[in-house]
């Protein structure tokens, strides 16, 4: 291809792509494809003549599309919202065109330093404390690819400040151990896989009856690991869990933490956008005592996937856990420390030009649309509460601050997994199912940029109808 037909197919591919979001919701939101249906549709081997372009725009019609799940769908009330505003889009086609790598600042400098900017720009907008500005003494913050990438760098930063760096050289984790809730994301317990902690280190705290962590239980814990001679070095709040969006009480749990030196982070991947509403910035409550944080503007900020910003007050730590500079990455820039090399603040060493589609976004007035947004999904949220409530057949059954109601049949956890069953097979709507302390229920998630009070209520009467 060349730049002319770049020129021309980019243009058809940009209608292409409009059509489509204009047009998902008159599709079943998920795929009725077995497993296996669309590799079959496509040629076993690579052509070995060139094709248009057209034709291979006729088969995302024809195959990619209906092999699809479409998360921009309105009624896509699954998981967790994945929404993608057109401007973040542009972010990443300009992003694909420059073809830069950010991996430090002389590869890149502006990547790095609109970064940074963003960072810092995304510090006002969630009213986030100020030791993690880069700016601030100590603090600083970087775009992951995702949150579980995030953990883990929170893990390792956390494990290199309690060897004061030695667990680099020794690699002896065996002492160390976690904590976290069984609410919390399983991209803890990943994490602590691969940092060689491993799942026996993990401390699954108990929570309360709202599956937010009790602190009581967290201090009880902690001391039974020093009295066996552990060393607790980490702990994970979580504000806003997968399941059923508990918020762990930071401000409780930290003090607990740092009496005994270990490092604390939140894990605020869905739910801390939500702070993009002044009135909804209790979901920051106690992060000033956080050591890092995490929050995806790829789920509830019109963000394309991926871009989760992450968040620490102790930088010295996270880049010494995760710096390693050979010679041919040395430049004086960095050496002056007047640059920031991002390299050293992530896994991988490459890195795209993801803060682009975060400052189209914000420039084009993404952020406010966002806050709009989210305050209709939250109103859309306790009117499904309300609704739920009214049908006795229904119960609600963990709390429901946001954008997340999980519900359940009376009739029990057969009937709910039926119900949930037979509402996704609908394709008219599509629905995660959870288990709540052993309880089956529902999770309807209310997150899609184009999700109205009219879709909830029509996601609402599938279900009433089915039930
Ligand atoms: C979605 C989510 C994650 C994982 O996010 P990724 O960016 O997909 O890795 C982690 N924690 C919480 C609380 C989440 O909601």
């Not at 509403?277 to 409550?285: G, I, S």
């Not at 996937?305 to 960095?334: H, V």
Request: with cysteine; proline share 4%.
């Amino acid at each position: 291809m060349n730049a002319d037909e770049f020129r021309q197919q980019g243009k058809a591919l940009i209608d292409w792509v409009a059509d489509y979001l204009e047009t998902v919701e008159s599709r079943p939101v998920t795929s009725s494809v077995q497993p296996g249906d669309v590799r079959a549709q496509l040629p076993e081997h690579p052509p070995t003549e060139a094709e248009p372009f057209a034709a291979v725009l006729a088969d995302m019609d024809r195959v990619i599309v209906p092999g699809l799940t479409h998360w921009q769908h309105p009624n896509f009330f699954a998981f967790f919202p994945g929404n993608s505003s057109y401007a973040s889009i542009l972010g990443e086609l300009a992003s694909a065109g420059l073809g830069v790598q950010g991996m430090s600042w002389v590869t890149s400098p502006a990547c790095t330093e609109v970064e940074t900017l963003m960072m810092d720009w995304m510090v006002d907008l969630l009213g986030l404390p100020e030791r993690f500005r880069s700016t601030s003494e100590r603090g600083g913050g970087v775009i992951h690819g995702s949150a579980s990438e995030a953990t883990l760098a929170s893990i390792l930063a956390a494990r290199w400040r309690v060897s004061n760096g030695s667990i680099n050289r020794l690699g002896d984790t065996t002492h160390l151990v976690a904590y976290a809730t069984s609410q919390a994301h399983s991209s803890i317990e990943k994490g602590l896989r691969i940092a060689g902690i491993g799942t026996e280190q993990l401390r699954i705290v108990a929570h309360d009856e709202q599956f937010a962590m009790r602190p009581d239980a967290f201090a009880e814990q902690v001391a039974a690991d020093l009295a066996a001679g552990l060393t607790p070095f980490w702990v994970c709040c979580s504000r806003g869990t997968t399941s059923s969006m508990a918020f762990d009480p930071t401000a409780a749990i930290a003090p607990i933490a740092h009496e005994h030196g270990m490092w604390v982070h939140v894990d605020a991947a869905m739910s801390g956008i939500a702070a993009l509403a002044p009135e909804l910035r209790w979901v920051n409550d106690g992060l000033d005592q956080a050591d890092s944080y995490c929050t995806n503007p790829h789920k509830w900020m019109g963000v394309v996937f991926d871009c989760d910003l992450f968040y620490t007050a102790d930088r010295a730590a996270l880049l010494g856990a995760l710096s390693i500079l050979p010679e041919y990455l040395r430049s004086k820039a960095a050496e002056s420390g007047a640059a920031i090399d991002y390299r050293d603040w992530q896994i991988p060493l490459g890195r795209r030009f993801r803060a682009l589609k975060l400052w189209f976004t914000i420039r084009t007035g993404g952020a406010i649309d966002a806050v709009d947004m989210i305050r209709h999904h939250v109103a859309a949220t306790q009117t499904l509460a309300d609704l739920v409530r009214a049908d006795e057949r229904f119960e609600v059954v963990a709390p429901h601050p946001l954008n997340l109601l999980c519900l359940a049949l009376r009739a029990g956890d057969q009937a709910t997994d039926s119900l949930i069953e037979r509402a996704n097979a609908t394709g008219q709507a599509l629905f995660t199912r959870t288990v709540l302390d052993g309880r089956v229920a529902l999770r309807f998630s209310i997150g899609g940029r184009t999700t109205t009070e009219e879709h909830v209520r029509d996601g609402w009467a599938l279900l009433e109808s089915l039930a």
